[in-house]
């Protein structure tokens, strides 16, 4: 069916006249991401031109979608608003508080036992607010999202990193905190710096093992973790015309790995073929009337050095498999190279682990492809030496794959059938003797790899690479196995060889599904009531942050983290997923994953006022029960990964002020200034290393707080001595009222009385 489709219809039926605007007004031709950026201008027509990098533009987004996880905190500051229904289509998805372990209907069952008040919270506040809700076992945010919502040429925000996963159906699709997701539902404007464009031309087209996960591990390793921080990527070439959509959507899913604000892709016929295959021939028929406005103008594609800020060139005849890791998704290693590469590094050659879905691929294509190569592993009566483990993306992927028989030849190798959920791919998977931290090698087609991500175990070195390389690798047991030149000992002693993969872009006999699992909002929430109970170690009331003020003098070092420092290492997921709506009861995991500076140590700093040693959660708590502010100081790119609030949230719950690092990601910036703290970065990237374990910190002039206005903060050292630094930041005015009202939150609900 087609969701939304009068407001879809809205969005095409004003595009062109404000496409052609926005031409008139910049005077050159426009790329796809700046005609859907001009489109959704919160004031409407176009009338000036933004700088991309610089200038704080307000959006008009037409959808939001929520994951469980995010949700619990996003709709819990929603109910703070004032309002009584969400102003744009949003839904929630039931995805990430699933434990893989035994296999889907075990898990299922016992998620629905251990998390149902939690379920149930959101379920009773969507149908409150009017929000499509999609229950647990439906499938994974993304995948639903492509196949349900998504559609060329609209704008989406969510509240995961990987919404941009839309980009594969040529949507700008962006990942956001939930404050973020508040001010859309609320009916207010969203504000972006107008991103960079990075371009990136692809030319020839993918064969044999070469995927479309490859492109996009190729581009990791080009442009590192940080290296699209701010930017948009747009994709675009005969190469990319060539591939499906969910083949798209992989690569454009991957992007938040690069830092990217998002990815997209042109309108093509791969995106009208799944718009039709997914029952939307409405949206097809009617992008089908305005397809020059879906893709970049002739004229940037031809000279594209002229219109993006950087471009890249991939010729996917050349293009070779690649495996990425471990540790981190942008070291990149083509197959063929990796042996010596492992033995150089010590990583473990011996694969324990194949895991094949997430939110990345877990398409029908994905799975055929995977099949393909684990059918022949039946056919060839080879042995395999690692275990297997699939997460399908949605029920209708997974009716259809069972339907077609996908599933069965993955049972034929003992692979385990997981819910359609994350699972794995973000810490929530029981993995038998992970407890033990035994140094081990995985491999999976998820995007993250970073340390303790998968299973806790700091020891697991996880791989990332395609599904039928998994498949592959899984097969033979072996991390540097490559199967475009390397053979395998069969069950009766014979050499054989696997052969390329073969797939179907989508299935054959159509998709099909009993039970989507899907629930419409009643017409009329105002009579719901939404429970939550005091004592519940689930879920918990907000009380709203109260403003710092202009004067912060005597603040205390909590924490000098070294290296790199996600939020997983700032609000781990895993098992402390359980806490997302409860604010205390989830700051107990706050930044227990960073490595302190002093000591190199996780989970143990200096309380400054005992001079004892504690965990990171604990020593802030005892600074704020002593009235004193505590500061957060970090390395390069702070804050990669996940869009989680939480990572800056349990720090404001807990007392700290100010995080000041070298540079921070993108969402993580931002959720900091939504939160109304101080999200600061060093004028001189060496002072970093004036910060010492017993500082205390003087703002000397945040009574003087504006635009462009650098900071100056004094640092008094334990033996008397001063360092005075310089800070910058990048709050515009809207920005600053957050930051004196307490939080935006506070802002919306005070303009909202």
Known sequence: MTFDIEMIKGVYSRMAERVDMAKSVVKKPLTLAEKILYNHLWDGKPTSTYVRGKDYVDFAPDRIACQDATAQMALL???????????????????????????????????????????????????????????PGAGIIHQVVLENYAFPGGMMIGTDSHTVNAGGLGMIAIGVGGADAVDVMAGMPWELKFPKLIGVKLTGKLSG??????????????????????????????????????????????????GATTSTFGYDVSM??????????????????????????????????????????INLDELKPHINGPFTPDLATVVGQMTEKAKANDWPLKVEWGLIGSCTNSSYEDLSRAASVAKQAVDKKLITKAEFGINPGSEQVRYTADRDGLLTIFEQLNAKIFTNACGPC???????GADKQEKNTIIHSFNRNFSKRADGNPNTHAFVASPEMVAAVAISGRLDFNPLTDKL??????????????????????FAVEDPGYDAPIADGSGVKVIVKEDSERLQLLTPFNPIGNSIKGAKLLIKAFGKCTTDHISMAGPWLRFRGHLDNISNNCLIGAVNAFGKATNKVKNQLTGEFGAV?????????????????????????????????????????AVIVKSFARIHETNLKKQGMLGLTFAAEADYDLIQEDDTFNFLDLNKFAPEKQLTIEVVHKNGTKDIIK??????????????EGSALNLIKKQNL
């Not at 998805?93 to 699933?98: G, Q, R, S, Y």
């Not at 998390?115 to 969507?126: D, I, K």
């Not at 948009?232 to 070439?237: A, D, L, M, W």
């Not at 997914?278 to 050095?305: C, H, M, W």
Request: hydrophobic share 35%; aromatic share 8%; charged share 25%.
């Open 77 to 135: 500051q929603f109910m703070q608003a004032g309002k009584n229904k969400v102003a744009v289509p949003t839904t929630v998805h039931c995805d990430h508080l699933i434990q893989a372990k035994i296999g889907a209907d075990k898990d299922l069952q016992a998620a629905l036992n251990n998390s149902s008040e939690v379920f149930n919270f959101l379920a009773s506040v969507s149908n409150k607010y009017g929000i499509g809700f999609w229950k």
């Open 209 to 258: 093992w070469s995927a479309p996960k490859d492109v996009i591990l190729k581009v990791a390793g080009i442009l590192t973790v940080k290296g699209g921080t701010g930017a948009i990527v747009e994709y675009f070439g005969e190469g990319a015309k060539s591939m499906s959509a969910t083949g798209k959507g992989t690569i454009c899913n991957m992007g938040a790995e690069i």
């Open 272 to 313: 009208e073929r799944y718009l039709r295959a997914t029952d939307r021939n409405e949206v097809a028929d009617e992008a089908n009337k305005i397809a020059s406005y879906l893709t970049g103008d002739e004229e940037v594609y031809k000279n594209p050095e002229q219109y993006f800020d950087q471009v890249i060139e």
């Open 426 to 432: 973000i810490g929530q998977w029981a993995r038998e």
């Open 489 to 510: 000992i069969n069950q009766d002693g014979e050499e054989v060889m696997l052969e390329e993969p073969t797939g179907m872009e989508l299935p054959p006999k159509g």
């Open 617 to 657: 959660p604990d020593v802030a708590r005892a600074y704020k029960a002593a009235d004193v502010y505590s500061i957060v100081v970090g390395d390069h790119n702070y804050g990669e990964g996940s869009s989680r609030e939480h990572a800056a949230m349990e720090p404001r719950h807990l007392g700290v002020v």
């Open 727 to 740: 800070l910058n930041h990048t709050y515009n005015h809207s920005q600053i009222d957050w930051y004196n």
